[in-house]
C-alpha cells in the first residue's frame, strides 16, 4: 500500500486507539486494530534460529552456526541463503518479524555477545548483514537491523552511556546499518545503551541519519524494555515500544499529545510505518504475504553442514589436512567438547536444537568400517553445573527421561503437572493461583560419590535431594537485567554425597513473586574423575593413534548475554591437555569450539589448528567433511586474533562512572593493531585452504556506474597447489600522506575465486567509491580527498603482497 493509503486508514483512527498500536499486546506480539484490518504480528529472536513465541524445549528449531561463524563465510551468496532458510523457520512457526541480523561490532575480544555478531570490520558485517536480510525478507519476513547503535559490550549495557565522536560513529559504527537500509531492512532495533548521553530509544540519532539522510522507511522497534521515557522518546521517531501490555506511552502518551508534548503527526508517521510493516508482511488486510518456501528436513540439514565447513577457519596446517582416508587405521578423539560441544552462545537469541550432531559421533559415523576411533574426554573443564536433561535423569512419576513439571496454589494444590524434557524452564506456565512451580526427577549415580546440584531463580527457593535440604531461603532479585531474570537467574549450589545404583529423588521449588519473573533452573553434576588420570588416558589414547584429533572451547556463561568476558583463556586444563596430546602425536589436530577469541599458547605445538566458532546443530558432519577432505575449510577470520589479551589494543568494556569512551576512534580491530605496530597470532582475513596460491599482478581496471561509483580492482592469482579450492580476495585501501587521520589501512573490498591446480583466474574486486570517503565533522558532510591513493590485496589485513595506486578526484575544500 502507498503511504497516502496507509494514512487514510490512520485517520479512521482515534487517539487512543493509535497510541495503543505503539506498544506491544504480549511479550512477541503487536497489537490488532480490526478497524483497519490489521492483525497481530509475532516476534521471534533470530541471529542463529527461530525459536517462536515460547521457551519451549519440545519444540525444537534449526540451529545455525554463531553469526561470528557466517561473518567467516565471506560468501554472500550463502549467507543469503542461510538468510532464506530463517525466513522459512520463521515461516514454519508463524513468526513475521526476525530479530536479526546483530549489526553490532567486534570492537575487544571481550565482549559478551561477541558471537552474537559478525565482524570487528563495518564493510564486511554491512556487507554479510545486507545479504541475510536480503534472503530473510525474500520470503516476506521482516528482518531487523540491530541494536542500533554502539551496543558492542554488556557491562552495565542497560543504562551504559558510550562517547564516541561524530566521525567515529559515522564511519565505524554506523555503517553496517547504513548498509542494511540500502539493502532494504524493513525492521531497525534500538538499542539499551546510551550514545553520547541520551538514551538510544530517545536519540536523535533515530530520525537523522536513519530516517532522514538514508531514508529509513520501515519501524524503530525498541530492544526489550529500552523505552523508559514518554514523551523524549515519542519524538524522537522511536515507533514501537515492546514488550507489551504495559509500558511508558499508554495512557501517558495520550496525555502527552493532548497537552501539545509530541504532535500528534508524530504518532501518525509512527502508525504509519507499523502499517506499512504489517502490509510487507501480509498482516494487513486480505491476508499472509508470500507463501512459505519448502525446506525438506534433509536440504535444511545439507546446507547447514555446507555452512559449519564454509565458516570453519583454518589457522594452521602443517601437511596434516586433510586427513587421507587410505592411510587412517585409527583416530583418537580426545576432549570434553567433542561429545559435548558449545553449539551457541547464551542469551536471548537462544533455541532449542534438534537432530544435533556431537564431533565424535561426526567422525565416528565418517570412519565406520574405515578406521578405529578411540574418545578420551580428559579432564573436567570446571564451571557451574549444567541443567538436568534426558541423558541424566528420569520423570519420577512415569520413568521417562526428562523431568516433572508442576505448577502449585498456596495450600498446595496442583494446577498443572507436565513432562518435561529439560531442568531449565524459563516459562512455566502460570494462572492468577500460581504460587509455586516444583521440578523432580530421580538421578541414578553409576558410582558412589559426592554430586552438586543447584538451583536458579529468584525469591524463596528450596532444594531437596531424598528429603535432605540443601539449600533454602530467599534470594531477593539484584538486577533489571531481563536478560539475568528471565533468562539466567543466578544458581545456588550445595553438595550432597550419593550411593551408585541409588536412584536420588530430586524436588526444587520456586515461589513466584511480582517482578522476579518465572525462570527455575535445576542442575547437577556428577562426582569428577581423577583429572591426572583423565589427562593421562587421553595421552595414551593419543599415542595410539595414527591422528590425535582435540576439541577444545569455551563453557558456559563464559559468552553470553547480560556480561561480557575478563580472560580469553581456556577454562580448566585444556591447554595442559592440548600440549600433553600434541607432545604425544606430533599429527595433532585442534577444533577450538568458541564464539570469539580465546589464547591458544600451544598453537606452534600443534600440527593442525581449526576453529569452529559455535557450529550449530551440524557440527559434526561439516567437521567430518573438513578433516577428511570433502570440504575445504572455506573460512576467514572476521576478527583479529592475538596470542594474548595483554597484546590486544582495545580490550576496555566497563564504563567508568557509567560512561565508556571509545577513545580509539576509529582504529578497532585490524586497525588498532596495525595502528599500534603489533604482531597478532592470526590476523582479520587469514584462513587457509587446501591448496596453495601466489598473487601475481594487480591493476586498476577503471571506474563502473552501477548504482554508484565503482573502482574496479583486478587481481590475478595462480593456484600453486595440487588440489582445487577457494581463495578471498582482500582489497585494503591507504592514504598514508591525508590531511585527516585516518587507519593504516581499511578493507574496501573482497570477492572469492577458485581454480583448478595450475590454473591463472583474475578476481574482480569491485571498491565503491564511498571507501574513499570520510565524514567532514565541521561541514556535516562526506568528503573525498583528491589525489593518490594506495590499493593492496592479498589475503589478510597482514599479508597483502600486491600494491598499487590510483589518483582520485575530490570534493574537499
Request: hydrophobic share 40%; charged share 25%.
Amino acid at each position: 500500500m502507498t503511504r497516502d493509503e496507509l494514512l487514510s486508514l490512520v485517520d479512521t483512527l482515534d487517539l487512543e486507539r493509535k497510541v495503543g498500536l505503539l506498544t506491544g499486546a504480549t511479550v512477541w506480539r503487536t497489537r490488532a486494530e480490526p478497524a483497519v484490518g490489521l492483525r497481530e504480528m509475532v516476534f521471534s529472536d533470530g541471529p542463529a534460529g527461530v525459536r517462536g513465541e515460547e521457551w519451549d524445549e519440545r519444540s525444537p528449531s534449526l540451529l545455525l552456526p554463531s553469526a561470528s561463524a557466517l561473518g567467516a563465510l565471506w560468501d554472500e551468496r550463502l549467507a543469503g541463503q542461510l538468510g532464506e532458510l530463517l525466513a522459512c523457520e520463521a515461516l514454519r512457526k508463524g513468526v513475521h518479524a526476525v530479530l536479526a541480523p546483530t549489526l553490532n561490532l567486534h570492537r575487544t575480544p571481550l565482549g559478551g555477545r561477541h558471537f552474537e555478531c559478525l565482524a570487528e570490520d563495518p564493510e564486511l558485517a554491512g556487507r554479510t548483514g545486507a545479504a541475510l536480510i536480503r534472503g530473510i525478507q525474500a520470503h516476506g519476513v521482516a528482518a531487523t537491523a540491530k541494536h542500533y547503535v554502539a551496543n558492542d559490550s554488556e557491562t552495565e549495557r542497560l543504562t551504559l552511556d558510550v562517547r564516541v565522536d561524530e566521525r567515529t560513529l559515522r564511519e565505524v559504527y554506523l555503517a553496517p546499518f547504513e548498509a542494511a537500509v540500502r539493502a532494504g531492512v524493513w525492521l531497525v532495533m534500538s538499542a539499551y545503551n546510551a550514545v553520547n548521553g541520551t538514551t538510544m530509544t530517545a536519540n536523535a540519532l533515530l530520525a537523522e541519519p536513519l530516517k532522514g539522510a538514508w531514508g529509513f522507511d520501515g519501524a524503530v522497534v525498541s530492544d526489550w524494555g529500552a523505552v523508559r521515557l514518554t514523551a523524549d522518546s515519542a519524538t524522537a521517531a522511536q515507533d514501537l515500544a515492546m514488550p507489551g501490555p504495559d509500558g511508558p506511552w499508554g495512557a501517558a502518551l495520550v496525555a502527552a499529545v493532548r497537552r501539545g508534548d509530541v504532535p500528534e503527526e508524530t504518532i501518525d508517521d509512527k502508525v504509519v510505518r507499523l502499517l506499512a510493516l504489517a502490509d510487507r508482511v501480509g498482516a494487513l488486510g486480505s491476508g499472509r504475504g508470500l507463501p512459505p518456501r519448502s525446506w525438506p528436513a534433509g536440504t535444511a540439514r545439507r546446507l547447514l553442514r555446507r555452512a559449519v565447513a564454509a565458516g570453519t577457519v583454518l589457522l594452521r596446517n602443517e601437511n596434516v589436512l586433510p586427513l587421507d582416508l587410505s592411510a587412517l587405521h585409527s583416530v583418537a578423539v580426545i576432549g570434553r567438547h567433542a561429545c559435548a560441544p558449545r553449539l551457541q552462545g547464551e542469551g536471548s537469541a537462544g533455541v532449542f536444537p534438534r537432530d544435533v550432531v556431537t564431533p565424535l559421533e561426526g567422525i565416528r559415523a565418517r570412519l565406520h568400517g574405515r578406521a578405529q576411533v578411540l574418545h578420551a574426554p580428559g579432564p573436567e573443564l570446571g564451571g557451574q553445573p549444567l541443567p538436568l536433561d534426558v541423558a541424566r535423569c528420569a520423570n519420577p512419576l512415569t520413568g521417562e527421561p526428562g523431568v516433572l513439571m508442576r505448577v502449585l496454589t498456596a495450600t498446595g494444590r496442583e494446577i498443572s503437572s507436565e513432562h518435561r524434557l529439560s531442568g531449565r524452564q524459563l516459562e512455566p506456565p502460570v494462572t492468577p493461583e500460581a504460587h509455586t512451580v516444583e521440578i523432580s526427577a530421580l538421578v541414578r549415580p553409576v558410582d558412589d560419590g559426592k554430586w552438586m546440584f543447584g538451583i536458579g531463580g529468584y525469591g524463596r527457593m528450596s532444594l531437596a535431594v531424598d528429603e535432605q535440604l540443601l539449600v533454602e531461603g530467599e534470594f531477593t532479585r539484584d538486577t533489571e537485567d531481563p536478560a539475568v531474570i528471565h533468562l539466567d537467574p543466578p544458581r545456588r549450589h550445595a553438595s550432597v554425597w550419593l550411593p551408585g545404583g541409588h536412584a536420588a529423588h530430586v524436588v526444587a521449588r520456586r515461589e513466584l513473586a511480582p517482578g522476579t519473573g518465572r525462570a527455575v533452573v535445576v542442575t547437577a553434576a556428577a562426582p569428577e574423575p581423577d583429572p591426572d588420570q583423565a589427562l593421562a588416558d587421553a595421552v595414551e589414547a593419543a599415542r595410539k593413534a595414527d591422528v590425535a584429533v582435540v576439541v577444545v572451547g569455551t563453557t558456559e556463561g563464559s559468552e553470553s548475554e547480560g556480561h561480557d568476558r575478563t580472560s580469553l583463556t581456556l577454562p580448566g586444563r585444556q591447554d595442559e591437555l592440548v600440549a600433553a596430546v600434541a607432545a604425544a602425536n606430533p599429527r595433532t589436530v585442534v577444533v577450538v569450539n568458541s564464539g570469539g577469541p580465546v589464547e591458544l599458547p600451544w598453537r606452534d605445538q600443534a600440527a593442525a589448528v581449526l576453529l569452529s566458532w559455535f557450529p550449530g546443530q551440524e557440527a559434526g558432519t561439516g567437521l567430518a567433511d573438513v578433516l577428511l577432505g570433502q570440504s575445504e575449510p572455506g573460512g576467514r577470520l572476521p576478527t583479529t586474533w592475538g596470542a594474548a589479551l595483554a597484546d590486544a589494543p582495545v580490550t576496555d568494556t566497563r564504563p567508568r562512572d557509567g560512561a565508556l569512551a571509545y577513545a580509539e576512534g576509529l582504529h578497532i580491530g585490524y586497525r588498532a593493531w596495525l595502528r599500534a605496530g603489533r604482531e597478532p597470532a592470526y590476523w582479520f582475513g587469514h584462513g587457509l585452504g587446501y591448496t596453495t596460491w601466489s598473487y601475481e599482478r594487480i591493476r586498476v581496471a577503471g571506474a563502473a556506474r552501477d548504482g554508484g561509483e565503482v573502482l574496479l580492482v583486478e587481481v590475478q592469482l595462480r593456484n600453486t597447489g595440487a588440489r582445487p579450492g577457494r581463495e578471498v580476495v582482500q582489497v585494503y585501501l591507504a592514504r598514508p600522506d591525508s590531511a585527516v587521520e585516518r587507519p593504516v589501512r581499511w578493507l574496501a573490498g573482497f570477492t572469492a575465486v577458485r581454480a583448478e591446480p595450475g590454473e591463472t583466474v583474475t578476481a574482480s574486486v569491485e571498491v565503491p567509491a564511498r571507501m574513499l570517503r570520510h565524514w567532514d565533522v565541521r561541514a556535516g558532510r562526506w568528503r573525498t580527498e583528491a589525489g593518490v591513493w594506495r590499493i593492496h590485496a592479498g589475503r589478510s589485513a597482514g599479508d597483502l603482497p600486491l600494491t598499487t595506486t590510483v589518483r582520485r578526484p575530490g570534493n574537499c575544500p
